[in-house]
């Protein structure tokens, strides 16, 4: 290499670190570390029953607090007495349960029910509105049921909600009664299953035109040599 380049290349190096300090200086430079960001993720408002209000009782799966009745299809009026009488636990059992938001917790947290009657108010002779109030022990209180009950078990809940009087018709104090029934959406056209039992005998099915002594052999290729039973001579 000629002492030309040699001095030409030297020139561009030492040419190239004063632009860098030109601009540079010696002003410190700041170095700002980056930190990673952890994803943002909302807690549930409940994990269990007990992280929910009175009027959102009930924690649904995605840890959020709703209102127990939107799992349900309403009517005005009672499921008695088309529906028969209340077989899951009446008010007297669960006279603690109060409110619709509560009992529609109650009765959808138990497979076996499918429809329960809020009374908002109930009147009778015996507890006539005193005041403005009802006297009532009932209001505010549910009867629930798992099906029909009644003279008619093809009935649905549906099909079986009818005046809050409950065909007191006499009573004229009942006729002032305020009922809601909530019946499972899934369950509005509920109708039991009827029971079948099958005995095993049952089970095994023989031909219609079976008879044991119809019996013939399916082919007519089978034949018989008398010759050929054990024991005879020819």
């Known amino acids: 290499m000629t002492q030309a380049q040699v ?22 430079v700041d170095v700002v570390p980056v930190t990673a960001v952890a994803p943002t993720t909302t807690a549930p408002e409940c994990s269990d029953d007990m992280g929910c209000t009175s009027d959102k009782p009930h924690c649904n799966p995605e840890g959020k607090c709703v209102s127990a009745t939107e799992y349900f299809t309403s009517s005005t009026g009672s499921l008695y007495p088309a529906y028969g009488g209340s077989d899951l636990q009446k008010p007297e059992a669960r006279k603690t349960i109060i409110g619709k938001e509560a009992c529609a917790k109650t009765c959808h947290d138990d497979p076996d029910c499918v429809a329960f ?10 507890h006539p509105m005193t005041d403005g109030e009802p006297t009532h ?5 549910c009867y629930f049921w798992s099906g029909p009950n009644g003279d008619d078990l093809t009935l ?22 305020k009922a ?36 013939q052999p399916s082919s007519n290729s089978i034949q018989f040599d008398p010759k050929s039973r054990p024991g005879n001579c020819f």
């Open 180 to 215: 809601t029934t909530y019946i499972k959406t899934d369950k509005k056209d509920y109708v039991p299953e009827e029971e079948t039992q099958t005995s095993e005998a049952e089970q095994v099915s023989a031909p219609a035109d079976y008879t044991p002594m119809s019996y």
């Open 7 to 28: 001095i030409g290349i030297l020139g561009a190096v030492v040419a190239g670190g004063l632009a860098y300090w030109k601009f540079k200086g010696d002003e410190p």
């Open 156 to 177: 649905t809940p549906t099909a079986a909600v009818g005046p809050a009087d409950e065909g007191n018709t006499e009573d004229i104090e009942r006729a002032n009664s």
């Open 137 to 141: 022990p009932d209001n505010d209180l």
């Open 117 to 126: 009657t809020h009374w908002e108010e109930r009147y009778t002779e015996e």
